[in-house]
């Protein structure tokens, strides 16, 4: 990989500085990580990694959310999930300590919006939920079990009683969820 | 010119795709928020195709005009960095930010830039203190792959490895550093002078003759032989004043004064630490039915990379969210209960408290022989062997961590037949273990005491049984010392000689027995109650062995290690997760119930027991708080009379008062806002139901415009995907540009 400084340029490299929340060495060494991904060929910062090559990386690999992640951050034009560097930076920056809660809930939102229709429906929360308990058939929740636990869900968080959950209310709930800031994180 | 005829029908029925609805002020900003899903340039693109199929262009125009403008603001008022888009409009805005900038002032510009330069300037800074950071990369890893739960248990190691160090640094440079620089500096040290009287009488411990190298060994587990006689303990602190050059160091109110001032300290820095999650707490408290919301939204450690862990995350996730439906089911039953149900379960309960009351009191009996006896076998001279010896010095230690091994267990088993909710019965668990820890360092400090006061045949001249404990607090500091060098070496065998040997049994042995004990569970609880327990006796020990806090820094830092080779190597996780937020302010409760129990003894030992006429500072002193009113009376009469004043009655009473006063204010805002908040509920849910009515009444008037209007059904569709803007069957044109005109991309809305 060679001097992954020279190669990002100072400008560069103060401007993420400036727009993102990382630091200048998580930024080096995103750069770092980022070109392994990449062919060899190919070394302009606009360059599209593919969303199977990015969820290869560790840090993604176990997570429940991984392609979600990929497609919220993805600028890709036919919607593949792929990601240049500087969306890879924006996810990073995104995930990252120092971000605010309200840029991390945003994304958390729509992370969680899987039908991407800007609330959170039954649909949105029963993928969700299974996501976080598993696919397979013994780690699911019963449907009668899932009922009770969306409606619990939905009593607590849905202020306006519209039957979804809308950004401001997850916000809301978010901002009273004392674990939130500290488990959203991904850290190179 | 009816307001029916505005209103666009969808033929599917569905309200979504209404455009009036993508107008709400609430769908609104979530829409200004989506923006950035949508990449430039295509954005362009269908903006201007909306402008074409509009054919208002000046509506749209103004519109997106204005949008542009309040993004402008957005951005000039706070951090680009903080908006949630991506890269590129990023850029985007901060090259319009610095257009904007040309053509301010040069002074602003000039204030601007500074701030910017001053702003990156401080990051850096920050970047380099954070590497200074003890265990930067350790915790890293740990959370990285066990997540936020167990990383919390490691940061609160590293606060009592900081906390010790500060304490040692304290206490070294009030107590220690004079009498190490005295003869250096050109000091000269006054030794309190022995009267000669039966009190002052201290025999020395030193083996004389020959040592064998095991006496060694013992004297070094033990803290007597060679090792009675140094810094180390109470009694070498023989000075009464040191003469400076240029002043007179009063030791014995330096001690004294170290002593409050690291109680106070830790108090301090435990109540600022706890009071981020104390907060966190009583919102949480207050808002109980949140509990299902936190799991499903905040349940997943974005931090966990390891397969192994997030496999058990997702177990643990479904354990406790069956759990918790269960326990709704439970709290049913619970109510269901009958009369009869009811006095059996609470009859069991009773029975089974009286037994946990009884297993205490024998525990608590045991040490309390245990230490009697292992004090008596020291006194007397007759040596059996060095074993036995070195047994007879460690019996209340091995007692203690035996019952604080023995009553865990049993608790977890009785819990069962308790039938509390699952909830209730951890936390039930843990506080009897929590009293079970701390009240048993308080029984061994107990049956000192009644040791050290208790004189046979009425000869307590010296208020202490001068005979067998010429030097008490010494004593008291070796009793202190052993106890940690013991919780010490418990916890590496434990680790080294249980931990290991059962993870290769489980690992390399197929039989079911073994599958069935499965490996090491690493439970947060029980590992933080062994290190406050050990923290509670650094604070009741420093008094008597002032060296304490250095070494319970190196043990703690040791502990890190260990419990980080041992959490990798031989553990798994707990199936129990453990949140990040209530173990914070768990583990600082538990450390503050330590430190008001550290208190305790040591209050009552400055300020009851008298001090030993034999050694140590206080030598000239009835108690050794008696320091400090004879210090206050030197003091020039202009500063006693204010000391004088604080301590008096007069200011007290009034203190209370304000105290008081302060206090039912707090109380009363606390009872405000808890009411505003109610109120502010209400109207929002009022303002949901306003929001449904309103969309039924729009329902209806599109159904009734779209049986009036067939004209519509022959405008040709547009795909679902992309947006349709029709506004051209209206009398009232701009009126009907305006509301049908929804802001830009609503096309991702389908």
Sequence with gaps: MGTTASQLGKDLLSEYQELTFLTKQEILLAHKRFTELLNKDEK?????????????????????????ICHVFSTSENKDGGLTFEDFLDLLSAFSDS????????????????????????????KLVNCLTGETQDTRLTSEEMRQLISNILEESDIDKDGTVNLSEFQHVISRSPDFVSSFKIVL | MEVDTVFFTDHSGRVNSNPLLDQLPSYQSL????????????????????????????WAVNTVNRNEE???????????????KSMAEKRRNKTQCLENDQGLSSWRQWKQNTGRHLRRLRDDAQEWLSYLQLWRGDIHLIEGMFGTGILSYFSFLRFLVMLNLIIFVLVFSFVMLPIIIAPHAGGNITYNQNDGSNCSVYPSSARRGLVNFHEHITDLLSGGGFLEQTYLFYGYYKADKIHFPWTTYN?????????????FLSLV?????????????????????????????????????????????????????????EEERIKQKIADRTRKQKCRIYLIRFILNLFVIGVLAACFYSIYIATIFSQEAQMSTVKVNFIVDLIFEY??????????FITPLLFSFIINFEDYSPAFEIRFTLMRCVFMRLTSIGVLLFSLWSQITNCEKGSCVCGY????????????????????????????????????????????????????????????????????????????????????????????????????????????PSTRPFRASSSNFFFLGVLLIGLLLACVPVTVSVAQINSSRACGPFVNYTTSWEVLPSTVSKLPQGIKGLLFALASEAFAVSFFVITCLAMFYVIALAGAHKRVINQLREQLVMEGRDKRFLIQKLCQAQKISAIRSPVSKSQPRTSRSSPSYHTSFSNNFDEAVFLAHSPPDSSTHV
């Design chain 2, 251 to 263: 030791l014995p109110l330096a001690y004294l004064l170290a002593t409050v001032a690291y109680l």
């Design chain 2, 31 to 58: 829409l200004y928020r989506r923006k950035s899903s949508t990449a430039g340039p295509k954005r362009k693109g269908s903006s201007k195709a909306r402008r074409s199929s509009s054919g208002s262009g000046k």
């Design chain 2, 395 to 404: 019996l209340p230690s091995i007692v203690i961590t035996m019952a604080n």
């Design chain 1, 99 to 126: 971000a605010t809660l309200e840029i991390k809930s945003h994304y958390a939102f729509r992370i969680f919006d899987f039908d991407d229709d800007g609330t959170l429906d039954y649909g949105d929360l029963e």
């Design chain 1, 44 to 68: 302009d910062h606009t360059a599209r990694v593919s969303m199977n090559t990015i969820l290869t990386l560790p840090e993604l690999k176990s997570n429940p959310f991984k392609e979600r």
């Design chain 2, 465 to 572: 049984n001068d005979k067998l404990y010429s030097c008490w607090e010494t004593r008291v500091g070796q009793e202190m010392y052993k106890l940690t060098i013991f919780d010490f070496i418990i916890i590496i065998a434990v680790t080294i000689f249980v931990e290991f040997p059962r993870k290769l049994i489980v690992n390399y042995c197929d039989c079911g027995l073994a599958k069935w004990w499965g490996q090491q569970e690493f439970s947060i609880p029980q590992n933080v109650l062994e290190i406050v327990y050990g923290q509670t006796i650094c604070w009741i020990g420093t008094f008597y062995c002032p060296v304490l806090p250095a070494i319970c820094t190196i043990k703690y830092f040791f502990i890190f290690y260990v419990k980080k080779v041992s959490l990798i190597k031989n553990c798994r």
């Design chain 2, 269 to 325: 820095w435990i109540v600022k630490r706890s009071a981020t999650g104390f907060k966190r707490n009583l919102i949480q408290d207050e808002d109980r039915f949140q509990s299902f919301c936190n799991k499903i939204f905040a349940g997943w450690d974005f931090c966990i990379t390891n397969e192994n862990a997030a496999r058990l995350k997702r177990s643990s996730l479904l354990y406790e969210l069956k759990t918790d439906l």
């Design chain 2, 70 to 84: 309040k993004q402008k603001t957005l951005t000039l008022q706070r951090p680009i960095r903080e908006l949630a």
